[in-house]
C-alpha cells in the first residue's frame, strides 16, 4: 500500500483528522488528496473594481483548498449539540461537546488565544426572547474571526506539512475497493491505501453521491434550508451580539406553524456571494480585526424543507429557487425590506437612498418572485417578532438578499464509529450529512481518526 491512510479533502474534517493521526506517534503513512490550492494560493478573483461578481471559477477558491469551506468563513465554533449538526446521535452527547471542547483547545494553540468565547446560558436576552414568542438556543461560541482563522489554519498547515503528504490540485474521481484497502483514482494517478476517510464537504456532495452509488453504500435525502440574508444597522442588534456574538433564535409562525431560524450572525460583518456547484447564493462573514469592521450586521432567516416521498430532491428544490434568482438578477438579488411589503422591486436609486449602505454589489429586485410564498411569508413574520427584541429590524431600509440557501448532503449510512457498510472507509464531516458546522466537522475528524487507529 502506498499509504496507511488516505483523507479526501482539506476542509476542517480532513485536517482535524490528519492532525489526530499524525500526533498520535504510530508514525502512519498519511496523505490528503485536495482538489483546491494550498491555502496561500487561494484567491477568489472578485476584487470590488474590475470583478465585482462571481464569474464562476472551474474551483471555488472560496470553497476549496485548504481549510476547506471554512477557510474564509466567519471562524464561529459552535460548541453545542443543539444545532450544527447530529454528530451526537452517532457518538453520544457529552463525547460529543468534549471533542468540541478538544478541537477549540487546538485551535486556541495554534494562534486562536485571545479570541472571545461567548455564552447564551442564562442571559436576560433568553428571557426577553421568551417573552416574545422567540427562542434562544443554548451555545458556547468561539469567535475567531476570518482573519484569526486564517493564522490557525496556517499555523495547522506549517505543522502538518512535514508528516503528511498534501496534494493539492489533485480532484478524486473515483474509490474502488481492493484487497486490504482501497484504491483511490486521481487525474494525478491513482494511491492505494488501508483505510480511507472522506470528507469532501458539501461543495463534495454530488461526487459523494456517485461513490455511495458505486460502493452500494445506503443514503438518505437530507433537507435543505431556504430563506435570506438580512443586513441592518450593527447598532439594532447591539445588545444581542455584544454579549453573545451569535444568537441562534428560532421562531415559531402563527400562519403556518413553520419554523423560521436565524443563521450565521456577522456583527459589523460583510455580506459575501457563495458558488456551489455553479449556483450563486448568499452568505456572510466578519473580521476580529476593528480595522476591517463595517457599520452593519448581517444574518440569515432561514425556513427548513424537507422531501421525501414522492418527490426526494430536497436540495434541487432549493438549486431550483436559487437558479430562478440568478436567472432573474445574474446572482444575488438585494431589496429593501419597504419594498418588499410593499410588493414592489428595489431600483439601483431605491438602495442608493436607502439609509442602509449595501456590503454586496446585488442586484436590485424583487424576492417575492423568486421565493415561495410560505418561505417569505414566515421570514416577514419573524422580522415583525425580531423587530419587538431589536427595535429597527423591521425598518423600511433593512436589506434582503437572496436566496440564502444551506444544501444539506444526503446522509450516508455511517455507524456509531463513522464507518461505511465497507470496511476501513469513514465519511466524516459536512459531506456524511451528519455535520454542518466547522466545530462538529472538526470534531468528527477527530473522532474516526481516533477509531481508526483502534482498529488499526
Ligand atoms: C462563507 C461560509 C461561511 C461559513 N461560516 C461558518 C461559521 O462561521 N461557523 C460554522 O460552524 N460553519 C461555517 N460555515 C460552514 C463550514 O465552513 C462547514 O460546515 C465546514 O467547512 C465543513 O467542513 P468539512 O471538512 O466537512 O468540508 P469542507 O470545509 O467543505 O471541505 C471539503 C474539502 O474537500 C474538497 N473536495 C471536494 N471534493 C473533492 C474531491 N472529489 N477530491 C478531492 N477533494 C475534494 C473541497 O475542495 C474542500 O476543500 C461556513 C461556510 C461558508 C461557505
Not at 250 to 274: A, I, L, S, W
Request: glycine share 10%; with cysteine; net charge negative.
Amino acid at each position: 500500500m502506498d499509504y496507511d491512510v488516505i483523507i479526501v479533502g482539506a476542509g476542517p474534517g480532513g485536517i482535524f483528522s490528519a492532525y489526530e493521526l499524525a500526533g498520535a506517534g504510530r508514525d502512519l503513512r498519511i496523505a490528503v488528496l485536495e482538489l483546491g490550492k494550498p491555502l496561500a494560493e487561494r484567491k477568489c478573483p472578485i476584487d470590488g473594481k474590475k470583478i465585482k461578481s462571481c464569474i464562476r471559477c472551474k474551483t471555488c477558491s472560496i470553497m476549496s483548498g485548504f481549510g476547506g469551506a471554512g477557510a474564509f468563513s466567519d471562524g464561529k465554533y459552535n460548541i453545542t449539540n443543539q444545532f450544527g449538526g447530529t454528530l451526537y446521535e452517532h457518538i453520544g452527547k457529552t463525547e460529543a461537546i468534549e471533542l468540541m471542547q478538544y478541537v477549540d483547545a487546538i485551535n486556541l494553540s495554534h494562534g486562536g488565544e485571545g479570541t472571545k468565547l461567548y455564552s447564551t446560558a442564562n442571559t436576560e436576552i433568553k428571557r426577553m426572547c421568551l417573552e416574545n414568542g422567540l427562542h434562544l438556543l443554548d451555545a458556547q461560541v468561539r469567535h475567531l474571526g476570518t482573519d484569526i482563522n486564517y493564522v490557525v489554519l496556517n499555523n495547522l498547515y506549517e505543522e502538518l506539512k512535514n508528516k503528511v503528504d498534501f496534494r493539492f490540485e489533485t480532484a478524486v474521481d473515483a474509490i474502488r475497493r481492493i484487497d486490504g484497502g482501497y484504491e483511490i483514482q486521481t487525474g494525478k494517478g491513482s494511491f492505494t491505501c488501508r483505510k480511507c476517510v472522506i470528507s469532501v464537504g458539501r461543495s463534495g456532495s454530488k461526487w459523494m453521491e456517485s461513490v455511495c452509488a458505486s460502493l452500494g453504500i445506503p443514503t438518505m435525502s437530507n433537507r435543505v434550508d431556504i430563506g435570506v440574508r438580512v443586513e441592518l444597522p450593527a447598532q439594532v442588534f447591539s445588545h444581542l451580539t455584544d454579549e453573545l456574538y451569535e444568537s441562534k433564535i428560532v421562531y415559531r409562525t402563527q400562519k403556518f406553524e413553520d419554523m423560521v431560524r436565524t443563521f450565521c450572525m456577522n456583527p459589523h460583518g460583510v455580506v459575501v456571494n457563495e458558488n456551489t456547484n455553479g449556483i450563486v447564493t448568499v452568505n456572510g462573514h466578519s473580521y476580529e480585526d476593528k480595522s476591517r469592521h463595517t457599520e452593519n450586521t448581517n444574518f440569515a432567516l432561514l425556513v427548513s424543507k424537507h422531501f421525501s416521498v414522492p418527490f426526494k430532491d430536497s436540495n434541487g428544490y432549493g438549486e431550483s429557487i436559487a437558479r430562478l434568482s440568478n436567472m432573474l438578477g445574474g446572482g444575488v438579488i438585494v431589496q429593501r425590506f419597504g419594498d418588499l411589503v410593499r410588493g414592489r422591486r428595489s431600483t439601483e436609486q431605491r438602495i442608493r437612498e436607502s439609509f442602509v449602505t449595501p456590503t454586496l454589489a446585488a442586484t436590485p429586485g424583487d424576492l417575492s418572485l423568486v421565493i415561495p410564498k410560505r418561505i417569505l411569508d414566515g421570514v416577514i413574520e419573524m422580522i415583525y417578532a425580531l423587530d419587538k427584541i431589536a427595535p429597527g429590524t423591521a425598518n423600511d431600509d433593512t436589506l434582503l438578499y437572496g436566496v440564502e440557501v444551506k444544501f444539506y448532503n444526503m446522509e450516508v449510512e455511517i455507524d456509531q464509529n463513522l464507518e461505511t457498510c465497507c470496511p476501513g472507509l469513514y465519511v466524516i464531516g459536512d459531506c456524511s450529512g451528519v455535520t454542518h458546522s466547522l466545530s462538529h466537522a472538526s470534531a468528527s475528524g477527530v473522532y474516526a481518526a481516533r477509531c481508526l487507529m483502534k482498529e488499526m
